[in-house]
């Protein structure tokens, strides 16, 4: 591991981990992994973490395939490389839910169905999604706008019914640090793994004006998450 590391992101994990507890000794947690460059640099960060730390835990990626079949073969020989496990799940779904007024909406439901679904089967007792600080800044921004709520999702969430804990470790990094280690350190990403609407979902259109935003206030990211911290959303 490059030294400076720490600094640029690794310590931002351990405040993360260590201020709303994420991690344990002995966690058996469960990596989403779509292909894209935040899950492959969780799974990265995380391994880079047991490493440097006391903390000691077990660490299993899974994908799961709706029928757009991107190929995860870089990805999966990666994880084999580090000693981590992979999950494969196939649900060819695509052609009913992009039928779907909101289709995004009823994919990610039914990903966290089947992730709960093989966190019980093979005992995980956390998922860890790659949600970072600009994730976070996007859904509290896109509540605002559409909803007329203050809500964004939160570091560390306990589903009851499946006695599973939600944790994002990633909430103190920025995208763009994401962005450089992972073409720094060539972290492998899925290839072909194309949705119809990656572009036109209301997202991007939040990241278009975040985007615009930090042109004149480039610290706008870290003073909307301060904000969250002291509103009690979390």
Not at 64 to 84: H, R, S, T
Not at 98 to 123: D, L, Q, T
Not at 196 to 207: G, H, T
Request: charged share 25%.
């Amino acid at each position: 591991m490059k030294k400076w590391y720490n600094k640029l992101f690794l310590n931002n994990i351990r405040k993360a981990v260590d201020k709303y507890n994420l991690i344990e000794n002995e966690d058996n947690i469960l990596v989403g992994l779509s292909g894209g460059k935040d899950s492959i640099f969780l799974i990265y960060a995380l391994d880079l973490l047991r490493k440097n730390s006391y903390l000691d835990f077990n660490i299993t990626g899974i994908h799961i395939d709706i029928g757009i079949n991107a190929n995860m073969e870089k990805v999966k020989n990666y994880l084999n490389y580090i000693n981590i496990p992979y999950i494969y799940e196939n649900i060819n779904i695509k052609g009913n839910i992009f039928k779907e007024r909101n289709p995004c909406y009823i994919c990610s439901k039914i990903k966290r169905g089947i992730i709960a679904r093989v966190s019980k089967e093979k005992g995980f007792n956390k998922i860890a999604y790659g949600h970072h600080m600009t994730d976070v800044v996007n859904t509290f921004l896109l509540n605002i706008i559409y909803t007329g709520q203050f809500h964004t999702f939160k570091p560390n969430s306990y589903n009851k019914e499946h006695n599973l804990y939600l944790i994002r470790p990633l909430i103190y990094v920025k995208e763009e640090i994401i962005k450089k280690v992972v073409i720094d350190e060539n972290l492998p990403l899925g290839i072909n793994n194309y949705c119809p609407y990656a572009e036109k979902n209301k997202r991007k259109e939040i990241a278009i004006l975040i985007k615009n935003i930090k042109k004149n206030y480039p610290d706008f990211e870290e003073k909307t998450l301060k904000a969250i911290e002291k509103s009690n959303l979390w």
